[in-house]
């Protein structure tokens, strides 16, 4: 009985570290040098929020929608990760895709996220940055460069992507 | 005096529906498999061929035929997965032969009409594989394709880069109208989608459902938008075909 109850517990013990595993490996490295593109936006209060004033933070830039499933399902999870950042300079720019504000203040509303929340009612952004698909992310270094990518659903504040961002900023 | 008026409205009503003829279950037999087709029989020269590989469960397409047919557009549902015995998953489209695609849209010429794809998400490969296949040998053409909320991405697109598609997407040269959902990120694609379409000189107008998600009459959670949109969907695809030329629906 007890030989099952171990057997049981480390099996699940195996999943959970692959699951960390799978996630980490989610983040595509950038191989070169490649810049950003502009992103310049109204956050929902109005205030304009330029990329390249976040130089020399670590920027997490996430195209979402309302509409999106594991965009709405992960959030909770940037807020957490916000917090696991500490004094790490790292911003979190959520660009939504094409939405109204009316559309997303209630799902805002619901979520309240310790970040930034951009609205591109026009989609200019999101044929700048070759997005064509929700969620999409690009994590930008320091230096203004795109570092990693991932696309989908993630736990953002899971020990190994706080690791690795937190490495970038150094 | 208010009976006679309740005589004459059944009479109007039995001679409107009179002129509706009934789905009809059509057999075609091909090399490769017998399909069975859901005809929705009308007397307009215009035949919308859809490819919705639901082994039969599609209510709002059966409905939104039926109307169209009512309209004169007659509409032919071949059950693709059906006919191979195939599951509903996006990996059973590889099995489907082209050539079993091809030989109804033989069958669908002799009928003397206009012929018109339509399909909607991945199975919008089917229909762009088989005209492709079609062009290739002197057949009379086919009219055009209607392409719904397509899902023709190889793989998941890497943010920041060029998605890459199916083999068959720029390859026909068949008039091409696609039609998106508002509420999906697909609609942030439709451009470059339009574009690789366009390679082989297919003519292709892409339209933006405002308020809908993607597969909206697909969807258990539908709302207000998805289902009025739903319940006019006869009317969306006659727009379509108006822009694939057919001015006179």
Not at chain 1, 35 to 64: N, R, S
């Amino acid at each position: 009985m007890y030989k099952q109850v171990y057997l049981f517990i480390l099996l699940f013990s195996i999943i959970g570290l692959s699951q960390g595993t799978v996630q980490a490996a989610n983040l595509k490295p950038v191989t070169g040098d490649v810049a950003a593109p502009a992103l310049t936006l109204k956050d929902l209060h109005g205030e304009i929020h330029d990329l390249k004033d976040y130089k020399g933070q670590v920027v997490l830039v996430q195209f979402w929608a309302t509409y999106c499933g594991p965009c709405r399902k992960e959030m909770p999870s940037m807020n957490k990760m916000m917090t696991k950042m500490g004094d790490t300079p790292f911003k979190i720019l959520a660009v939504d895709m094409g939405e109204s504000e009316a559309e997303v203040k209630p799902f805002v509303d619901e979520v309240k996220p310790e970040f930034t929340i951009l609205m591109d009612e026009e989609g200019k952004s999101i044929e700048e940055w070759r997005v064509f698909a929700a969620p999409s992310n690009f994590i930008i270094g320091p230096d203004g460069k795109i570092k990693y990518t991932l696309f989908g659903g993630v736990e953002w504040d899971s020990d190994e992507l706080i690791e690795k961002l937190k490495a970038l900023a150094k | 005096m208010m009976n006679l008026k309740i005589v004459l409205l059944y009479m109007a009503l039995l001679l409107l529906v009179s002129n509706v003829q009934a789905k009809v279950i059509k057999h075609i037999e091909t090399a490769e498999a017998d399909i069975e087709v859901r005809v929705f029989p009308a007397d307009g020269d215009v035949l919308l061929l859809g490819f919705p590989c639901d082994e039969g469960k599609s209510i709002a397409e059966e409905k939104t035929a039926q109307s169209l047919a009512e309209d004169g557009v007659e509409v032919w549902m071949p059950d693709m997965l059906g006919g191979f015995m195939l599951p509903k998953v996006r990996s059973s489209l590889a099995d489907i032969p082209t050539e079993t695609i091809t030989a109804i849209i033989a069958e669908a010429l002799k009928t003397g009409k206009k012929v018109y794809l339509i399909a909607s998400g991945p199975d919008t490969e089917l229909i762009l594989r088989a005209a492709s296949e079609w062009e290739t040998e002197d057949h009379d053409p086919v009219a055009g394709a209607i392409l719904m909320f397509p899902r023709l991405f190889k793989d998941t697109p890497v943010p920041g880069q060029a998605p890459e598609y199916v083999d068959a997407v720029g390859k026909t040269r068949l008039p091409i109208m696609l039609l998106e959902g508002g509420r999906t990120p697909n609609r942030w694609g439709l451009n470059t989608l339009s574009h690789e379409l366009q390679k082989n000189g297919s003519d292709v107008t892409s339209k933006i459902i405002p308020k809908v998600r993607g597969y909206f009459f697909k969807r258990q959670d539908a709302n207000r938008s998805e289902d009025v949109v739903t319940s006019q969907m006869a009317g969306l695809i006659k727009v379509s075909l108006f822009y694939l030329g057919e001015k006179e629906i």
